[in-house]
C-alpha cells in the first residue's frame, strides 16, 4: 500500500462548479499537508498547506484535513479554465532538512468553459 | 530570473548513452532534491543535498550519482541509460527552516528524458 493515495482522474467539470479533490494516507505520523498544483509541461508549485485537522481558506480555496480518517481534501470555489492543471497532495515525512515530502499520484482536473 | 532552473529541457538519447541534467538555485536555499516524475504523474524523490552534502539517497541504481559541487548547484548524471530511465526529472529547492512550516519546495521546469 502507497503512503498517499490519489484518484488520478481525469476530472473534468464546468466552469463554475464546485470541484473536491481528495487524497488518503496511512502513517499517522503525517502533521502537515500540502497541495501542490502543476501545470502541464511545468513543476509543481506549493498552493496551500495546513497543520493538523480542521479547515483552512485561501481565496475560491479551502483545504480540509480529517487526521482521524486519514483524509485530506481540496475545495475549489467558483472553478475557472486557469484551474486546469494536476493537483498534487503531499505530506513530509519527518520535519528536519532531511525530510521526504511524499507525494500523491495527482488528480488531473480540467474546467470546461 | 528563474529561481530554480534545470538543462537541457529535452534530452532524447539512445539506450546504453550516458547523460547529464544540470540544475541550479539563485534563492539561497541550503538543500536541493532530484525527483523523477513517471508517465502517471507519480512523483518520487531520487536525492537530496543539504549545503552539498547527501542527505537522501532512495533506492535509485548506481547508474545515477548526484553532484553537488556548491550549495547552488545540484547536478544529475545517468549512466548506461535504459527504457525504463524515461521520464521527467525535476529539481527542487527549500530552505531547512522553512520546510517545517510550509513543507515548500521550489521546482525548475523539469527535464523531459525519452530514451529509445
Known amino acids: 500500500q502507497k503512503e498517499v493515495e490519489q484518484d488520478p482522474g481525469p476530472l473534468s467539470v464546468p466552469e463554475g462548479a464546485i470541484v473536491s479533490l481528495n487524497c488518503t494516507y496511512s502513517?499517522?505520523?503525517?502533521?502537515?499537508f500540502m497541495w501542490y498544483r502543476q501545470y502541464s509541461r511545468k513543476g509543481p508549485e506549493l498552493l496551500m498547506y495546513?497543520?493538523?485537522?480542521g479547515n483552512k481558506e485561501d481565496g475560491r480555496f479551502t483545504a480540509q484535513v480529517d487526521k482521524s480518517s486519514k483524509y485530506i481534501s481540496l475545495f475549489i470555489r467558483d472553478s475557472q479554465p486557469s484551474d486546469s492543471a494536476t493537483y498534487l497532495c503531499?505530506?513530509?515525512?519527518?520535519?528536519?532538512?532531511?525530510?521526504?515530502?511524499?507525494f500523491g499520484s495527482g488528480t488531473r482536473l480540467s474546467i470546461r468553459p | 530570473d528563474t529561481a530554480v532552473s534545470q538543462t537541457p529541457k529535452y534530452l532524447v538519447t539512445q539506450m546504453g548513452n550516458d547523460k547529464s541534467i544540470k540544475c541550479e538555485q539563485n534563492?539561497?536555499?541550503?538543500?536541493m532534491y532530484w525527483y523523477k516524475q513517471d508517465s502517471k504523474k507519480f512523483l518520487k524523490i531520487m536525492f537530496s543535498?543539504?549545503?552539498?552534502?547527501?542527505?537522501i539517497n532512495e533506492t535509485v541504481p548506481n547508474r545515477f550519482s548526484p553532484k553537488s559541487p556548491d550549495k547552488a548547484h545540484l547536478n544529475l548524471h545517468i549512466n548506461s541509460l535504459e527504457l525504463g530511465d524515461s521520464a521527467v526529472y525535476f529539481c527542487?529547492?527549500?530552505?531547512?527552516?522553512?520546510?517545517?512550516?510550509?513543507?515548500?519546495?521550489?521546482f525548475g521546469e523539469g527535464s523531459r528524458l525519452t530514451v529509445l
Open positions: 503531499a505530506m513530509p515525512r519527518g520535519y528536519s532538512s532531511a525530510s521526504k515530502i511524499i
Open positions: 495546513t497543520y493538523s485537522s
Open positions: 534563492l539561497g536555499h541550503d538543500t
Open positions: 543535498y543539504n549545503n552539498k552534502e547527501l542527505i
Open positions: 527542487a529547492s527549500s530552505q531547512a527552516v522553512e520546510l517545517k512550516v510550509t513543507g515548500e519546495l521550489f
Open positions: 502513517n499517522s505520523a503525517f502533521q502537515y
